[in-house]
């Protein structure tokens, strides 16, 4: 463990980084609409805002993972905040589309070095079972409301200042970050790993591709050459991965990391919602300001229901359901509680009475509460007893496998709905169905495929998670460097 004399700060200083970061995926969704609108962005391309961040984030995780180890996680640490920052402003102050999209990229390539860092100082600052379980349930209240949070700031900023500043207000709490560095983190020894040149390659541009075909299947054709190009691309590098893998001294991710049946399946129980996640927020975000004409404030306070349900069941919940269940049971109940909220959004109409106390407030709550208490327990989860100059990667893999997630979620969610309402458009050519109507349709499917994807998810983890967890080995101290 990291010795320290302030371990509260060293939580709370890890804890701005990680909300700065899941901030980040969400606050300028709610200011998607305007920002479209300034930039001239097209319908097919608006999902590049979120998902440059989110595939340069899920894509370079590993390599950022493998570099906060060799670096040390504070020197690491301290990088990819100024970086942050210095993305930040590129994006904030991006006079076009393309130079918007490199912003929200290069934010992506920092929050890569950074996130790993910052998990990985909370991991190791914390052993012991009450205090690790206070300071994950911290970790997974700032992750999961954090991104409600982002909306309701994104609202805020756009309504009242710019959408701009969503992006711009990062730099503020890096210099905050940055100070508490310096007083609390301790430093850590670094670790002389080698970087796996092939992992790095096959990785990348397997991710990238698997991104690209899902986002852009619906403007170029599912059958087109590119989308099945770049398909084969990703099954191609997939291969390429598991081959560099077993050539190196040190690969990119050692296998037995995530092959590890408990960690293994809390990877699946917080990496596979990720990709119903973000599409409850795209889909809640269009319905709020779209289609029940809620200003951007209104549409980021409509989120603080789901915000306070995942801190609910992060910090107060979890800690008391785990003294008499299981981890299994209270991941499975908890994915099955996040996707009765995401079917709750399923068959709503536009012009109904009071959608959002009926509704939008009692999903809210269910998916916030689940979402909570699975994120609490398996990233704990995931992260325990991980031998120190592993420390890092293994952080980088929750971090990658819920970026990956969100990228997806992301591109298939908006793509499934995008394709559903154009096909209802097209299908009614001299029919009554509106365009309101046609926007629900596919806001419909998205849902419904979201709510699969989390069944799923469920099902997985009953399979693969242990009816019985061990304690995880304690990791041995980690000395302060001087």
């Known amino acids: 463990m990291l010795r320290t004399r302030s371990p509260w700060w060293v939580l709370a200083t890890a804890g701005l980084a990680q909300l700065m970061i899941v901030l980040d995926s969400t606050v300028v969704t709610i200011a998607l609409p305007v920002a479209q609108r300034d930039l001239g962005i097209s319908e097919t391309s608006r999902g590049w805002v979120i998902t440059a961040y989110a595939l340069a984030f899920g894509g370079l995780l590993l390599v950022g993972g493998r570099l906060s180890d060799r670096l040390g996680l504070r020197r690491a640490f301290v990088v990819g905040l100024v970086g942050f920052a210095v993305a930040s402003v590129l994006a904030g102050l991006a006079p076009t589309a393309r130079l918007l999209f490199a912003g929200r990229a290069a934010q992506g390539v920092f929050a890569a070095l950074l996130a790993p860092a910052g998990l990985s100082i909370i991991s190791r600052t914390y052993s012991q079972p009450r205090e690790r379980g206070i300071a994950f349930g911290v970790f997974g209240a700032i992750t999961g409301a954090g991104a409600a949070t982002g909306l309701l700031l994104g609202g805020a900023l756009t309504e009242y200042v710019s959408w701009r500043w969503g992006l711009l207000i990062n730099v503020p709490i890096v210099v905050l970050a940055l100070v508490w560095t310096a007083l609390f983190v301790p430093s850590a020894p670094r670790h002389a790993v080698r970087i796996d040149v092939g992992g790095v390659l096959t990785s990348v541009i397997g991710l990238t591709a698997l991104v690209f075909a899902l986002s852009e299947g619906a403007v170029y054709g599912w059958g087109s050459p590119a989308v099945l190009g770049c398909f084969a691309v990703a099954v191609v590098s997939t291969v390429g991965f598991v081959v560099a893998h077993g050539r190196v001294r040190e690969p990119l991710l050692p296998f037995h990391i995530v092959l590890h049946r408990e960690r293994g399946a809390s990877f699946l129980a917080f990496g596979l919602p990720q990709v119903a996640l973000f599409g409850f927020y795209l889909v809640m975000t269009y ?20 915000a306070a349900a995942t ?78 100059s592993e420390a890092g990667v293994a952080s980088a893999a929750v971090n990658a496998i819920t970026q990956l997630g969100g990228a997806i979620g992301t591109a298939l969610l908006n793509t499934i709905a995008a394709m559903v309402t154009a096909a209802a458009l097209g299908g009614a050519e001299g029919a009554s169905t509106s365009v309101a109507d046609a926007t629900v349709d596919g806001f419909d499917v998205a849902m419904l495929t979201a709510t699969g994807v989390l069944a799923l998810t469920a099902v997985l983890v009953a399979a693969v998670m242990p009816r019985r967890t061990q304690p995880a080995p304690e990791t041995r101290p980690v000395e302060i460097a001087s």
């Open 311 to 388: 801190a609910f069941g992060s910090t107060v919940l979890t800690p008391r359901l785990s003294t008499f269940l299981q981890p299994r049971t209270l991941v499975i109940c908890a994915i099955v509680a996040l996707g009765l909220g995401t079917l709750l959004l399923v068959g709503m109409d536009p012009g109904g009475d009071a959608l959002f106390l009926t509704r939008f407030l009692p999903a809210q709550l269910l998916a916030g509460t689940g979402l909570g208490c699975a994120l609490s327990t398996a990233i704990s989860m995931a992260t325990h007893g991980v031998d120190p």
């Open 287 to 306: 319905w709020f300001q779209e289609l029940l004409g809620y200003s951007p404030l209104l549409a980021g306070a409509a989120f603080v229901p789901f």
